[in-house]
């Protein structure tokens, strides 16, 4: 993951096709060019796991049935703990075969629908819930040496409960650190590279200029009507932290994605 | 084992209006989704056929797009399926729909269970499932939260009630209503997706499951709704604990055990 740092390698997400669609080939069609373009762009394409407990078709099983090629260094899957044990199986199973690499380990949103691992599915005998921890460490001891895995960290929770969960994140077998979206110099933040000045981090920049939608992540009420501008906190974020990756939440494709390739430039 | 799951697409809001000339649910501009009920209903006969083999039976009545859900019940595994769709069939009740879909199965033939989640969740009558074995003359059991043991002729069911559960043996053909503790649906995968979109689902009439036209539809159906009302709203009050955050967890507990929900 340093490579991404020092060679400027945005992680762009990408959302796969919700199950409920009714325009599934566009989706698929709309999947394809966003993947392509992050490809072709040597970018790395980060996809969702079931993003706010909306089911999705998993990323790793459109890239298999649209024979989409992996460059090992340019895909990201986001894997939560809302899974049977034999779908979380299928998932990584089709990881390893199409050669995808990066997996972001989150605890993530369920719903009714989803399915959760519990304990016994991953091993665990000393807690009450899996989280990411538990899969993890799952992960890292079913799959040795096949992933490189990051996990999130969130500067909105209490920063000692924060701490203490990335402490048990690491020991689990983390190798990356992906924030929440800041949208400004963030002090939580600045601890966390203080505390783990080894391990690559990506700063999550949010590119939507709804920053309302922000609110229930940062956990206060963010006005309608407040003015955002994307690419110039884009700009910042990396005056602020040139020494950490980028990930680019709700970027837009159409609007957006032109410009960002002379964002990210060295001072 | 040859089964048939019997599934109902119903609107998928929870504020579902009601036309008050006809006491029925304004089916117009939702959006329809499979009865989460029957995905239970699914998903149990997909694991039985993978134990025992044999092939799983979709069957629907409803508007064309039902053919929608049948889809996502083949998606998920269910082997192939049936429509019933014709306006004859319109305003049938439990009674009626059960009539219909039992000779669906007859003419199906050979089926050795049918399998029904407990209750649509637009009806809620949960008399389906029942008004089918008894149209077909077939064993039932309701309510079932596990299938334990099953053989050619015989399946063995654990079924819930309020004082705890029965162990049911019934001899085959069966019907069973299923209740959400059964299983785990899978999820549609896109390859059983886009499999799903290349079926052909069979559309079939009265006429060619020999249905007698007096006893479906409105004139086949005994029940009438009389009147239909919205539940009372509830009478909740919300409560501001403050404090540490110890002396809020205490507080909530307190309030929680006079409440008797601790």
New interface residues.
Partial sequence: MRHHIENRIYHVEILPPK??TEK?HEDLELFTTKYNRVKESGYCACITDNAMGL?A??GP??IE?LCLKVEPSQVMIHLNTFH?KA?LHEILDTCVAQGIKYLLIITGDGS????KLTPADVGATDVQSVTSVELLRYIAKQYPGKFTMGVAFNPYEPQEHEFAKMERKMAAGAEFVVTQPIIEKNAIVDELLRKYPDVPVIIEAWMSKKLYLLSDAVGYEIPEDTEFDPIETLKQIHRDYPDCGVYLSLLGFKTQYHLISDTWVRE | MKIVVCIKQVPATNDAKIDPETKRIIREGLKAILNPFDTYAVEEAVQLRERFGGEVIVLSMGPEKAALSIREAVSVGADRGVLLSDRAFGGSDTWATSYALANAIRKIGDVDLVICGKQAVDGDTAQVGPGIAAHLDWKQATYVMAVEDASDDSIVVKRMHEDGYDICELKLPAVVTVVKDINTPRIPTLRGRLASEKIEVPVWKPADIGADLSKIGLDGSPTRVVRTAPPPPRNTVTKKISGTSAECADALIKELRLRSIL
């Fill in positions: 199950q409920d599934l089911l078709f998993q099983e459109v049935e049977t779908n009714d629908r989803l399915p």
